[in-house]
C-alpha cells in the first residue's frame, strides 16, 4: 500500500496541460500554500476525475469532497450527466471514501473507462483490486 500513500505528483508538463484546459483547480490554505489538487478531463461525455490528491496535513477538512464538489459545478456548467473515476476498491480513502460522496461502483466499464483501466494495469496499479465508479450529476446545488 505504500505505493498508493506515496504515489508521485502529476510532473509540471502534465499539470500544465490541464490548466491551460480549465481541467486543473487547487485547493490553498491561509498562507496561500497549496494543500490539494483535483485534476479532470472529458471521458465517454463524462466528467473524469483524473486525480484527486490531499497534502496528509490537511486531510479530513473537506479538501476532496470540496474539489470534487467544484468538479461537479464544472461538469454541470459543461451539461455533463456524471462523473467517473477509477480507484482501489478496498483502500478505506479510495472506494469506501468515494461511496459517501454519492458515487457507485460500475458492474460495466464505458469503453473509455476499459482504456484507462488497461493503462493502469500496465503501469502496475493492479496490485490491490481496482473498480470504476459513477456519480450522476444533479440538476441543482
Known sequence: MDLVAGDEPAT?????????????????????????????????????????????????????????????????????????????RDVAWNGPYYELLGFAYLADATPGLREIRRREAAAGLDAWPRACMRRAISSAR
Open 12 to 88: 509540471i508538463a502534465t499539470l500544465l496541460g490541464y490548466v491551460a484546459d480549465g481541467r486543473a483547480w487547487v485547493a490553498i490554505d491561509a498562507e496561500s500554500r497549496p494543500c490539494g489538487y483535483l485534476l479532470a478531463e472529458i471521458v465517454d461525455d463524462c466528467a473524469h476525475i483524473e486525480q484527486v490528491s490531499v497534502h496528509p496535513d490537511f486531510r479530513g477538512r473537506r479538501i476532496g469532497r470540496d474539489l470534487i464538489d467544484h468538479c461537479e459545478n464544472w461538469a454541470r456548467a459543461a451539461g455533463l450527466p456524471a462523473m467517473t473515476l477509477t480507484t482501489y
